[in-house]
């Protein structure tokens, strides 16, 4: 490599380090900031005060987080009331039982002057049973206080502070307010707060269609950018939901931002102010104030376009342009790839099938890292088992594994470069540039949005390779190489490192692959093309050899010596990447241990059957048990017999049983005990365990409110009586009725937790009943 080359290489990782810094949360403010000023020292005493301890919806605690923030929203001199209805998972359920129950949301109200529609600013106060809530979602429960407190009066539109319930239920509490609420008509603009980790960079993640106009003011007033529609397009298809979900169904513009950095630390005890990073606070506020600020001004009826924008952030500015134009840009990237293929085969430096050849070959470092991505932690817990547990499937110090599969995944491709030598250096680069070009292609066309991290830096990477071959002199080529790499060490490199906090799991997947698609857009750069005055020679003929066989003494044994020279050569690369990607998992192994501060994670549940006294301790660990599906209702609990507690399942009653017109109404009384957040009915099929299917019956109505496609239901925070109305085929019917909790003291044999191990503890009683 040439000094010239190296220098490129240096710019480039600059050029990185410049745009993960601007991706960086900024320093907090500390609590003598301006009054004008969003400060996270303030806020967070507000998120001290809301996770003292977890406050699932129907309990106790709950009931004082609630109390606590109206009273705070009140003394801000804000029109404040609690919104109480029953609320309905928007979404269909992996077992047919529908998660509702009894939502109270906190809504807050400062008039405009002269509205043209509501802002809302919206988080959820509710946590889970397992951790106090700090980041999820006190974070966002207390930047909604502070921008309350910093924002000024005399505003034109109003601004709706909403503070939903049951959002860890189902997006509960946001259903029954777009239900019900009267608020939840006309204009509105939402901007939804989230965490599903404790640090990191507060990503605008998700816009509602057709909002061009409002990620145009997002890009202009958002004082910490960062956002990408590519991560959007890749979220939509994964599982993962929001109360803007709801927001979105119901029409309203808006934009959902979260971190998700540290998610070892989502929904367990470590979720606490202390492990809170307040420079995320910081960057979640200072974005939301002056948004909500922005916002309150604006004509909000001009947001709504109608278009759909391709957006990315670089350093100090966000990229957007309308979404027509993405294809266009990729077959244009495609063009200049296939432009560039074409001078370098009429030069004579590679040939069109090896190009074509290596094109597809290419594809193999790209789905070799992928594959690396996704093995990382399967293959961590052969060395750990514990970490199989891991809520999110990430470990508390991933940092030495993320650096190992970023090495390892050099190596993949250094491997691939090594093995595909004899077809030549410029082949290889042009090919893997040609790849890159066909692939954002791709994305262009399956997943809106999501193209132009590949497109740009392949059409920037083709342009540069062309222009230095109009260039004489090795440092001007370099120059106009290193140019060329920029965009793909903005896009393909700040992906790379960004997509880790969402966890090995699932990060590791994404990151591996473009940080493969980078190195090998850097091979022109690391192994320079050949200057347009000197001479090469075609590489039409594969496998042809530097030295022509010939009569012993004709050197063709020098040659061959050192060839086996080069070869070792080229090899030493790809065994120092093999040993550092060994000495850093080794590493990882030796730093990230479980212990007090970081303790180990497990699941065990406990289900007793009340009609047979039959009773199972279950754990997702081991080997998954014929039992599963009867008492937990899912597959993969590892099952083992526990002694019956002296519980008790709901009481069901029949009121009225009809059978007319080929239907059988049951209208059914379901009392619950008392003793649990949660009472729920399924309806079973005949053979057993095995939950009906949705089509073979009618709707459930609970209460009053109609289930569609369900199969049963779960009722959070139940009260004292719930009528049920079934339509069901005629003929027998088995029912099962049953309780869930989390506390599991009453059973007896269990065994608290120790310091070092976080337990989430589930409880299932119930009884089946033939009707």
């Known amino acids: 490599m040439t000094r010239t080359a190296l220098a490129g290489l240096v710019a480039l990782t600059a050029l990185l380090v410049v745009t993960l810094l601007d991706l960086a949360p900024p320093a907090p403010s500390p609590a003598g900031a301006p009054a004008a000023a969003f400060s996270a020292a303030r806020a967070h005493e507000h998120v001290r005060a809301i996770a003292r301890a977890p406050h699932p919806v129907g309990t106790a605690e709950h009931t004082r987080v609630r109390e606590h923030l109206v009273a705070e929203l009140r003394d801000l001199g804000l029109e404040v009331r609690v919104q109480e209805g029953v609320g309905v998972l928007p979404l269909s359920s992996p077992n047919g039982a529908i998660p509702m129950g009894t939502m109270r949301n906190i809504v807050a109200v400062r008039p405009g002057t002269a509205p043209t529609g509501r802002v809302v600013v919206a988080a959820h106060y509710d946590s889970v049973e397992a951790g106090p809530g700090a980041a999820d979602d006190g974070a966002g429960v207390a930047t909604i206080l502070e921008v309350a407190r910093a924002l000024p009066t005399g505003l034109r539109n109003d601004v709706v502070f909403l503070i939903t319930d049951g959002e860890e239920d189902g997006l509960l509490g946001a259903e029954a307010f777009i239900r019900e609420d009267p608020l939840a008509k006309g204009t509105v603009v939402v901007l939804n707060q989230e965490a599903r980790g404790v640090r990191g960079t507060v990503q605008m993640f998700r816009a509602s269609p057709g909002s061009a106009p409002l990620i145009s003011l997002y890009g202009a007033h958002a004082p910490h950018l960062s956002a990408d529609s590519a991560f959007a397009a890749i979220l939509s298809v994964l599982p993962n939901n929001t109360d803007f979900h709801v927001f979105d169904e119901a029409g309203w513009l808006g934009l959902d931002s979260a971190f998700i950095g540290g998610g070892a630390y989502y929904h367990t005890a470590l979720d606490d102010p202390a492990h809170l990073d307040l420079g995320s606070l910081q960057m979640m506020g200072d974005n939301a104030l002056a948004l909500t600020r922005t916002l309150a001004g604006t004509d909000l009826t001009t947001l709504k376009s109608g278009d759909e924008s391709v957006y990315f952030t670089l350093p100090g500015a966000l990229v957007r342009y309308p979404l027509w134009l993405e294809l266009p840009i990729a077959v244009g990237a495609l063009a200049l790839a296939a432009a560039l293929v074409w001078t370098l085969r009429r030069r004579g430096r590679a040939s069109l099938p090896r190009i074509l050849a290596s094109a597809g ?115 001007w080529r370099a120059v106009a190489l290193t140019l060329g790499l920029a965009p793909a060490a903005v896009l393909l490199g700040a992906t790379a490192v960004v997509t880790m906090d969402v966890g090995l799991a699932i990060g590791g997947m994404i990151a591996a692959p473009h940080f493969a698609m980078l190195l090998m857009l850097l091979l022109p750069l690391v192994q320079p093309v050949l200057p347009p005055d000197e001479p090469s020679r075609p590489l039409d003929e594969p496998g042809r050899p530097l030295v022509e066989p010939g009569r012993p003494g004709d050197g063709r044994s020098v040659a061959s010596g050192a060839q086996a020279v080069r070869h070792r050569r080229a090899a030493l690369p790809l065994l120092t990447a093999v040993i550092v990607t060994v000495g850093l998992v080794a590493a990882g192994l030796l730093v990230d241990r479980f212990d007090a501060a970081h303790p180990r994670q497990t699941r065990l549940a406990y289900a007793l059957d009340t009609a047979t006294g039959e009773a199972v301790w279950g754990s997702r660990t081991g080997t998954p048990s014929a039992d599963s599906k009867r008492f937990f209702a899912a597959e993969g609990w590892a099952t083992k017999p526990a002694q019956a507690a002296a519980l008790r399942a709901p009481e069901l009653s029949v009121v009225k049983d009809e059978t007319t017109g080929g239907h059988r109404t049951l209208t059914l009384r379901l009392k619950p005990t008392g003793d649990a957040p949660v009472t729920g009915l399924t309806i079973m099929s005949s053979e057993g365990a095995k939950p009906v299917s949705d089509s073979t019956i009618g709707p459930i109505t609970v209460n009053g409110r109609r289930l569609s496609r369900a199969t049963g239901f779960a009722y959070h925070a139940p009260p004292e009586e719930l009528e049920v109305t079934l339509v069901l085929p005629p003929g027998p019917a088995r029912l099962q009725a049953y309780e869930q909790g989390h506390n599991l003291s009453a059973i007896p044999g269990y065994q608290p937790a120790p310091d070092t191990i976080i337990m989430y503890p589930q409880s299932t009683i119930f009884r089946v009943h033939q009707l």
Do not use: C, I, K, N
């Open 361 to 475: 070959l290419a594809l193999l470092p790209v789905v070799g890292a992928g594959a690396a991505g996704f093995a990382v932690m399967p293959l961590l817990t052969l060395f750990r088992p514990e970490y199989s547990e891991m809520l999110t499937g990430d470990p508390y110090r991933p940092w030495l594994y993320q650096a190992a599969l970023l090495v390892f995944t050099a190596a993949v491709v250094l491997a691939w470069r090594l093995v595909l030598r004899r077809v030549g250096p410029v082949a290889l680069a042009a090919g893997a540039l040609l790849l890159v070009a066909v692939l954002g292609l791709v994305f262009a066309a399956l997943l809106p949005g999501g193209s132009h991290t590949l497109s740009w830096p392949a059409l920037f990477a083709a342009l540069g390779w062309l222009v230095s071959m109009r260039l004489r002199g090795a440092g």
